[in-house]
């Protein structure tokens, strides 16, 4: 089985709502059931992929069809979720901080080695006001205050894996200074309670008095999504058509509101048995 992981990195503020309303919040985002974590459902994102092919690739549709399918038929590749990998959160000690956490670095092992790919990522363990860092201080992320423990091999291993899915250098040369792993718990707060919420308004066109006020849920830019495409061994190498549509741009459109700006990633692609 071929495997390539695809990393999204959110230029822009991404929203891909669920049709259930949470309180106050009219539109949140899609979030898987158990864990509560933002997420990029394959169905959307394979979508998104498809129209992105069929405008690269219009004069020669069966090569769209081929790798996506037909109404009649499957396509050769299957696209998973986009799970949660970086969620940046704000702090009251400088720049904004990038945490994640030792069931998200579990879950994220787990399919490296899906995708083919040998790795061990160090294990930290923490306490509720423990965080792993690069260097030992006291943070504030939001209103709660942290102890980060020095594991600066760690913290080092762990950024050099995961900037492999980040598209530009300048971003992955801070990756380490402002990297933080924290517990379970406090990542699902931060993954549940941290994002933001905007007022939107539709205004009558005679009077410009409001029609419709609505709140809506976004994924914060500099957020860090991760995919994986798989094609069964076919000998036809069905991925090498999905890397020559990388390579004609490496941006893409995810979710709604595409006419205010929101939703656009850089991808960054592994292909699966490389070393990292």
């Given at each position: 089985?071929?495997?390539l992981?695809l990393?999204?990195f959110?230029?822009?503020?991404?929203?891909?709502?669920?049709?259930?309303?949470?309180?106050?919040?009219d539109?949140p985002?899609a979030?898987e059931v158990?864990?509560?974590?933002p997420?990029?459902?394959?169905?959307?994102l394979?979508?998104?992929?498809?129209?992105?092919?069929?405008?690269?690739w219009?004069?020669?549709?069966d090569k769209?069809?081929d790798?996506?399918?037909?109404?009649?038929?499957?396509?050769?590749?299957a696209?998973t979720d986009?799970r949660?990998?970086?969620?940046?959160?704000r702090?009251?000690?400088?720049h904004?901080?990038w945490?994640?956490?030792?069931?998200?670095l579990?879950?994220w092992q787990r399919?490296?080695?899906?995708a083919?790919f040998s790795?061990?990522l160090?294990?930290?363990?923490?306490?509720?006001?423990e965080?792993?860092?690069?260097?030992?201080?006291?943070?504030?992320?939001?209103?709660f205050?942290?102890t980060?423990?020095?594991?600066p091999?760690a913290?080092k291993t762990?950024?050099d894996i995961i900037?492999k899915?980040?598209?530009?250098?300048?971003v992955?040369s801070?990756?380490i200074?402002?990297?933080v792993?924290?517990?379970?718990?406090?990542f699902?707060y931060?993954?549940?309670y941290g994002?933001q919420?905007?007022a939107r308004n539709?205004?009558?066109n005679?009077?410009?008095s409001s029609?419709n006020l609505w709140?809506?849920?976004?994924?914060?830019?500099d957020s860090l999504?991760?995919?994986?495409?798989?094609?069964?061994?076919?000998g036809?190498n069905?991925l090498?058509?999905?890397k020559e549509?990388l390579?004609s741009r490496?941006?893409?459109q995810l979710?709604?509101?595409?006419?205010i700006?929101?939703?656009?990633?850089a991808?960054e692609?592994l292909s699966g048995?490389e070393?990292l």
């Open positions: 089985m071929e495997a992981i990393g999204f959110t230029e822009t503020n991404l929203h891909l709502g669920t049709e259930t309303d949470i309180g106050v919040i539109l985002v979030r158990t864990t509560k974590y997420v990029i459902p394959g169905s959307s394979k979508g998104s992929l498809r129209s992105w092919a069929e405008e690269v219009k004069e020669d549709r769209v069809n790798v996506f399918g037909r109404p009649d038929a499957a396509g050769n590749i696209v986009a949660l990998l970086l969620l940046p959160v702090t009251l000690n400088g904004y901080r945490v994640v956490c030792p069931y998200i579990e879950r399919d490296l080695k899906l083919g790795v061990d160090p294990e930290i363990k923490l306490k509720d006001n965080a792993g860092g690069n260097k030992e201080e006291e943070i504030y992320l939001e209103e205050s942290f980060i423990k020095q594991s091999e913290i762990i950024a900037g899915l980040i598209a530009h250098d300048s992955r801070r990756l200074d402002q990297l792993v924290i517990s379970d718990d406090s699902s931060f993954a549940q994002l919420v905007r539709q205004l009558e005679a009077t410009k029609k709140y809506e849920e976004a994924i914060p830019s999504f991760y995919a994986i495409l798989l094609s069964p061994p076919t036809r069905v090498a058509h999905v549509l390579d490496r941006y893409i979710g709604g509101n595409e006419t700006g929101q939703g656009w990633c991808i692609c048995g070393p």
